[in-house]
């Protein structure tokens, strides 16, 4: 068997582009998202390895770097890596964003990223079944994506018309909208089937009117959310409603000064894949 190392040239490694045929090593939904910076490492013509990132336009959000189990410690997640960074660079995109793993951190911290933040992942074993949605909160609706764009772009730090509106089709009755007195935007919160999240609010009471609607839905198993450091009353507030600490990652970039937006005021990641 052919041993690889930490650079695995002249091996039988190689790369291309993944693609929707490959939908059972990368999930479609990110592809449907991002299309078009998606690597695939193929070991003896065998996909081996993948990693992706989706270009938000002011940075790229780099996640989803898996190996398979029984190739892994021999330098393919690292080598799949490179040759994304070499990807983005070559187009122009520079400013990069990840939440690395305890696994992925070493290869991150070799090239070139710093830590700038955690994620904290939380879990609800038995999540209570809310029977009103409150009223500050409606389902969000196709004429709503102009303004939460507006609403949340400098909060993310970026533009994320095209998730959104990918959201709402795949989500159209888990996607809330909290507004104040004068029909303001004060929040929105997509309730997946297994994480809570893109959840950004104005206030901690907006965000808690927010999680209170999404406990009005069933949910696959365990509901997850991932909160950012910088905001402990995100933590807070899943901790009062009986959210239980699962794991963290550090929150990682190369290429920019500063964290884009405002961390503080997001309650939960859309995932660690597309932050």
Known sequence: ????????????????????????????????????????????????????????????????????????????????????????????????????????????ARNGFEVVDRAVRVEHPEPPRLSTIPGPVRLLRPSDLGDLAAFDTPIFGADRSQLFGAFLEDFPDRSFLSTDGSGQITGFLVAQHRRLGPWVARSPDDAEVLLQAALTLSFEGSPAAVAPGANPEALQLLDRFG?????????????????????????????????
């Open 243 to 275: 959210f239980v600490w699962k794991r963290e990652s550090r929150h990682m970039q190369r290429g920019g000064s500063g964290v884009p937006g405002d961390r503080a005021a997001i309650f939960g990641l859309t995932s660690f894949a597309v932050g």
């Open 1 to 108: 068997m052919v041993e690889l190392t930490d650079d695995p040239s002249g091996t039988d490694l190689s790369f291309r582009p993944a693609s929707v045929d490959d939908a059972e090593t990368v999930a479609d939904r990110y592809l449907r998202w991002e299309p078009n910076y998606w690597v695939l490492a193929e070991f003896r013509g065998q996909p081996a390895g993948v990693v992706g990132a989706t270009d938000y336009g002011p940075f790229a959000y780099i996640g989803m770097m898996t190996v398979r189990k029984e190739l892994q410690g021999r330098g393919i997640g690292g080598a799949v890596f490179r040759r994304l960074l070499e990807w983005l660079g070559d187009v122009g995109v520079s400013f990069l964003r990840l939440d690395a793993t305890e696994e992925g951190f070493p290869i991150y």
